[in-house]
């Protein structure tokens, strides 16, 4: 089955600085790429997904770039906002069915 | 909308006691997913169902049973409760089974075996 790895599991920023967290998958089937946010004690909500078709998509403040040859993805979010703190998820599977997760990265915004 | 509701928000069990975690969706989703979440090891699937009447296993489906009679309920069956099943217990559920829709998370279940 699809493996998922992320690193770094944990990572600290100046407020206003950019966050880079990076993730690679095993299974080159995997065509799906979402990335999820999870406050404490709260529900994982997604934040942002790319599909296999895409090489990067950005949102406001958050983008995704993939590279399908060397299976990792990575989110890199601009302009750090305190409220940006919490641990950040990959995801890899292919549509949604059967999706496998990275072990979680905290983030921490230091204002 | 509800969205997805889960129930119960925390319980205790002794080792080798049987429940079931329940689920339920208002939102008409095909897909629904059961993960379990531990300390460092992010969300890994349990089961997974494609539609009513249709389930599949995950990564760790060791010791857990579900069953999908409706498209709005996906419950999970703790068969013989053991420590190692100490964790937060998510249920999820996304529009159209084979897509790249969005997953939404139940609230979670806190379970504590003792």
């Known amino acids: 089955g699809e493996n998922v790895e992320q690193h770094p599991s944990t990572l600290s920023v100046q407020e206003g600085d950019s966050a880079v967290i990076k993730c690679t998958y095993s299974d080159s089937a995997s065509n799906y790429f979402p990335w999820y946010k999870q406050e404490l004690g709260k529900r994982p909500q997604l934040i942002i997904d790319i599909r296999s078709n895409v090489g990067e998509k950005k949102d406001q403040r958050i983008a995704v770039t993939l590279n399908k040859t060397a299976k990792h993805f990575s989110l890199h979010i601009t302009e750090t906002q305190p409220e940006d703190s919490a641990v950040y998820f990959c995801?890899?599977?292919?549509?949604?069915?059967?999706?496998?997760f990275g072990a979680g990265t905290r983030l921490t915004v230091k204002p | 909308n509800a969205g997805v509701t889960q129930t119960p928000k925390f319980q205790v069990l002794k080792t080798g006691q049987s429940m079931t975690l329940q689920c339920a969706q208002d939102?008409?989703?095909?897909?629904m997913s059961w993960y379990r979440q531990d300390p460092g090891m992010g969300l890994r699937l349990i089961h997974y169902?494609?539609?009513?009447?249709?389930?599949d296993q995950g990564e760790v489906p060791n010791g857990y049973n579900v069953s999908r009679s409706t498209t709005e309920d996906f419950p999970l069956r703790l068969l013989s409760a053991a420590p190692s099943q100490t964790s937060v217990y998510f249920c999820a559920s996304s529009y159209g089974a084979g897509s790249y829709n969005e997953q939404f998370f139940g609230p979670g279940t806190r379970l504590t075996v003792l």
């Open positions: 995801a890899a599977s292919i549509i949604n069915n059967d999706m496998r």
């Open positions: 939102m008409n989703h095909e897909y």
């Open positions: 169902s494609v539609g009513a009447g249709i389930t």
